[in-house]
């Protein structure tokens, strides 16, 4: 008769139960979501509001949570943002599609405008201002080149703009930056996500010209 070894039960874990602090901050969450969500509740002045109230139901101590707040790194993207902001309502993304245009053809357009996206989005978020600036220009540039394939370029576009987002300079991998461990050498880690993100935006460029122009992948 066979013997069935049984693993050796690990000790259980004792979870304590949600503080009423913790019960309200995600309540406050939920409410964010589902504003945004169904009411078109505007993000920021949201969470704004929600962490204001959170604040004056004492469920967090504010002094402390401003001094562990990253302001070195929110002070970097935000004035990143604002350059960028301001280059494309100066005309800049208005000269970056003329110069593609210049240097690029109805075959290559896919990865010279893939390349300046991701190497912008190094820089800026894709989402809040990559694509809304770019996405407009890619008729008007398909114009200049004389293409007609449209999605071929827009999906240059998006992919090359969301392969650099690691970049610290970036919005989300500035995020992942600030919220590195005590332990972590940021100066090091801050040198490997730029070279990541700039690498990103050679390799997202041609991986997509390759995919979407070469062999007309959908």
């Known amino acids: 008769m066979k013997t069935v070894m049984r693993p050796s039960s690990s000790r259980a874990i004792q ?11 995600l309540g406050g969450i939920g409410v964010l979501i589902i504003g945004a969500l169904f009411f078109k ?22 002094g402390k949570a401003i001094k562990a707040m990253p302001w070195g790194t ?44 991701g190497l912008l989005s190094a820089y800026a978020s894709t989402t809040g201002v990559i694509l809304p600036a770019f996405i407009p220009l890619a008729p008007v540039l398909l114009e200049k080149v004389g293409g007609t394939a449209l999605m071929p370029l827009l999906s240059a576009i ?14 989300t991998g500035a995020v992942f930056l600030a919220n590195a461990g005590e332990k972590t050498n940021k100066t090091k880690l801050f040198r490997d996500m ?8 050679v390799i997202g460029a ?9 062999l007309r992948l959908p």
């Open 206 to 214: 041609i991986i997509s010209w390759l995919a979407f122009t070469v």
């Open 158 to 171: 998006i992919v090359c703009g969301f392969l650099t987002d690691l970049s610290p300079l970036s919005t």
């Open 41 to 62: 509740l505007d993000i920021g002045l949201g969470a704004f509001l929600i962490g204001a109230i959170l604040s004056l139901l004492k469920v967090v101590d504010e």
């Open 74 to 117: 929110i002070v970097m993207v935000t004035g990143v943002t604002v350059l960028v902001k301001l280059m494309e309502k100066i005309g800049g993304m208005d000269l970056f599609a003329s110069i593609i245009a210049q240097i690029s053809n109805a075959w290559t357009v896919t990865l010279i405008a893939g390349f300046i996206a």
């Open 15 to 25: 979870v304590e139960p949600f503080t009423q602090a913790q019960l309200l901050t």
């Open 194 to 201: 730029l070279i990541w993100g700039l690498s990103m935006s």
